[in-house]
């Protein structure tokens, strides 16, 4: 007893769930995302570039040698 009818409900409501465990996931993830700038460890980065590129300040610029505050 497989009409059409019950194929194109039984697909809709497949699309409907599958939309809703999407949208829990993505709630989930984006809930335990780090704010903005909580996730770098400016005592990690050793390059002025790096650290002009995540918003630092290199301690001594022009120089190799130096650290990101």
Do not use: F
């Amino acid at each position: 007893m497989q009409s059409a009818i019950v194929q194109m409900i039984l697909i809709v409501v497949g699309i409907a769930a599958a939309a809703i465990v999407s949208i829990i996931v993505y709630a989930q993830l984006s809930g335990n995302a780090p704010a903005d700038g909580d996730n770098i460890d400016n005592t990690r980065i050793t390059t002025e570039t790096l650290c002009k590129a995540v918003g630092g300040q290199w301690s001594s610029p022009g120089n190799a040698s130096g650290t990101c505050s």
